[in-house]
């Protein structure tokens, strides 16, 4: 499944572009889901990038929401009921579960690939592992144009 991606990122660097045809790939081959995309990390906010799905909150502060705590800790969290986590941000109010990755490129952290399901508990550990594949890949395809496009932003955003 992943050499299909693999194949859709190879030779291309733009973050962008590279981050539609990812949440793109995902909505089409990942079942009972209705998010997929990106946040990017600007400074100290998260900005809503390419993503599948219904329109979504542009600006999440580090630290807030799922994708802003997971971006804090720099760590894959995975919620099996959203319900239950402090300070989710209901963006699609039928969203019940959720992962969200954090991508790191040229060594900083760059933002989090965000992926909701309508259904309750829908990512297992399978899921996860294929999930921080796939943001791996994206970044690494993304890593030469780090200097001058998603690197730079991420720069911003740690302290030194
Ligand atoms: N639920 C996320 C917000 C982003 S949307 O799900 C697309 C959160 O709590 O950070």
Redesign the pocket.
């Known amino acids: 499944m992943l050499s299909e991606l693999r194949s859709l990122l190879a030779g291309e660097p733009d973050p962008i572009a590279n981050a539609a045809n990812t949440a793109a790939w995902l909505f089409l081959r990942l079942p009972r889901i209705n998010?997929a995309?990106f946040?990017f990390l600007h400074g100290q906010t998260?900005v809503?990038g390419p993503?599948q799905?219904?329109p979504?909150?542009t600006r999440?502060p580090l630290g807030?929401?799922?994708?802003?705590?997971?971006a804090a800790r720099n760590e894959t969290i995975v919620?099996p009921d959203?319900h239950l986590?402090e300070?989710?941000?209901?963006?699609?109010s039928a969203?019940r579960s959720?992962i969200?990755v954090p991508f790191t490129i040229a060594g900083r952290l760059a933002g989090v690939l965000?992926i909701?399901s309508p259904e309750l508990d829908r990512f297992s550990q399978p899921d996860r592992v294929l999930i921080e594949a796939v943001a791996a890949l994206y970044a690494e395809a993304c890593a030469s144009s780090a200097p001058a496009d998603a690197g730079s932003r991420a720069s911003q955003a740690s302290p030194a």
Do not use: K, M, N, P
């Not at 807030?64 to 997971?70: E, I, K, L, Q, Y």
């Open positions: 998010w995309g946040y998260l809503v993503f799905g219904q979504a909150c999440i807030r929401g799922v994708c802003g705590t997971a919620v959203v986590f300070g989710h941000i209901a963006c699609d969203s959720e969200v965000d909701d």
